[in-house]
Structure formats: structure tokens, C-alpha cells
């Protein structure tokens, strides 16, 4: 079992940054795929970013791209995401999420395939 601490979350301007954390407690974190996803009111939860166990390989949903950077820390088990030039419609509940990988290094875009899910931070842009 791996459980979560998530912060970082809150209300901003357009334009603005927020840096996301996600701790992560249990299991061995350097085996698992971390990534970020999102979900705005009425909407289906959606990919945001995602990085592999050894941090060096990351992909981003085309909508964040060049905006967002994934990055995580094994020694402190924390998965973060920094998000630069906010828009109004970056507004959602964001989840990170640990998929366990086998046989290499790689990122895991897909939720159905990650194991673990934090409990959701709030963030909300203001145009």
C-alpha cells in the first residue's frame, strides 16, 4: 500500500504559479511510475504529466506542455509538479498517482494503469 500527502494546492491569478508536492509513504517509491492528474467540475479525470521511477524520462498532456514540469525526489519519496503561466482553465482537482513498472525505466500516462492514488489538492485560476 502507498498512501499520500498532497499540498501545494490553492487559488491563484491568471498567469500565476503553484508548485504541487504529493509525499508518498509505504511502499519502495523508486519502483513505482509517479504521475498527475486532473479533474474539473463536470468533466472526467484527465492526464496531466507523468514520470518514470528514475526521474529521467517525463511526458505532459499537450495542454500543459511547455507550462507544467514534473519532477521527483527518491530520497524523499515526493512526486512534484510546477505549474507556470496559470490559466482559468487549468481549474480542477489535481491527483498524483503511483504505477508500479517492471523491466525498465518509463512513465505510465494511462489512470487505469496506475495502483495508488493521493486524495486530491484544489486548484483553482481566477482570470
Known amino acids: 500500500q502507498v498512501q499520500f500527502v498532497a499540498s501545494g494546492g490553492g487559488s491563484v491569478q491568471a498567469g500565476g504559479s503553484l508548485r504541487l508536492s504529493c509525499a508518498a509513504s509505504g511502499r519502495t517509491f523508486s519502483l513505482y511510475a509517479m504521475g498527475w492528474f486532473r479533474q474539473a467540475p463536470g468533466k472526467e479525470r484527465e492526464f496531466v504529466a507523468a514520470v518514470s521511477w528514475s526521474g529521467g524520462i517525463t511526458n505532459y498532456a499537450d495542454s500543459v506542455k511547455g507550462r507544467f514540469a514534473i519532477s521527483r525526489d527518491n530520497a524523499k519519496s515526493t512526486v512534484y509538479l510546477q505549474m507556470n503561466s496559470l490559466k482559468p482553465e487549468d481549474t480542477a482537482v489535481y491527483y498524483c498517482?503511483?504505477?508500479?513498472?517492471?523491466?525498465?525505466?518509463?512513465?505510465?500516462?494511462?489512470?487505469?494503469?496506475?495502483?495508488?492514488w493521493g486524495q486530491g489538492t484544489q486548484v483553482t485560476v481566477s482570470s
Open positions: 498517482a503511483a504505477g508500479r513498472t517492471y523491466y525498465g525505466d518509463y512513465y505510465i500516462t494511462q489512470a487505469r494503469r496506475y495502483d495508488y
